[in-house]
T-cell receptor, first 104, second 112 residues
Framework: GIQVEQSPPDLILQEGANSTLRCNFSDSVNNLQWFHQNPWGQLINLFYIPSGTKQNGRLSATTVATERYSLLYISSSQTTDSGVYFCAVADMRFGAGTRLTVKP | NAGVTQTPKFRVLKTGQSMTLLCAQDMNHEYMYWYRQDPGMGLRLIHYSVGEGTTAKGEVPDGYNVSRLKKQNFLLGLESAAPSQTSVYFC???????????FGDGTRLSIL
């Protein structure tokens, strides 16, 4: 099946810093989503982005389908951004996630 | 508006016991999903449904059965629980493919 790799596995930031999370996938896809799981385990869908760029407040995402990767940008990070960020592709194959810790 | 509700929130079973996890959504969504999440891993799709009366296998369906008799409910059954099924189970729903999935708060299941 399709392989999904996320990097980095862990990221520690100071509040206010920017970050870029990456999702690589091994085959062409027509479905790519980004999710945030907060420290209490709750999951929120951030973006559905099989191609192109979308923005929602301080978060934006870009998928380059022909090169099989997607990027999630977090600007001016806040402590509430902490948690694990997952990408999922195709028939909902998830990567292992990037654990983000934002320190005050 | 409750969204997606999972019951129970916690459960401890003995090996070989059976149980059913219930997922209920009040958003009139067509699609519903069951996932499991093991420590340090992303979610893995167990089964999903694209509408009332339909079910389909996901990535890790073995040892589980599902039913979608009513549009708002999606049941996940374990007929003979095994320790390897110890996990956190999440249910989600969406109006269609490509639309945001709304998740329940999860069920933490331990099998001894």
């Amino acid at each position: 099946g399709i392989q999904v790799e996320q990097s980095p596995p862990d990221l520690i930031l100071q509040e206010g810093a920017n970050s870029t999370l990456r999702c690589n996938f091994s085959d062409s896809v027509n479905n790519l989503q980004w999710f945030h799981q907060n420290p209490w385990g709750q999951l929120i869908n951030l973006f559905y982005i099989p191609s192109g760029t979308k923005q929602n407040g301080r978060l934006s995402a870009t998928t380059v389908a022909t090169e099989r990767y997607s990027l999630l940008y977090i600007s001016s990070s806040q402590t509430t951004d902490s948690g694990v960020y997952f990408c999922a592709v195709a028939d909902m194959r998830f990567g292992a996630g990037t654990r983000l810790t934002v320190k005050p | 508006n409750a969204g997606v509700t999972q019951t129970p929130k916690f459960r401890v079973l003995k090996t070989g016991q059976s149980m059913t996890l219930l997922c209920a959504q009040d958003m009139n969504h067509e699609y519903m999903y069951w996932y499991r999440q093991d420590p340090g891993m992303g979610l893995r799709l167990i089964h999903y449904s694209v509408g009332e009366g339909t079910t389909a296998k996901g990535e890790v369906p073995d040892g589980y059965n599902v039913s979608r008799l009513k549009k708002q409910n999606f049941l996940l059954g374990l007929e003979s629980a095994a320790p390897s099924q110890t996990s956190v189970y999440f249910c989600a729903s969406s109006s269609r493919v490509g639309q945001p999935q709304h998740f329940g708060d999860g069920t933490r299941l331990s099998i001894l």
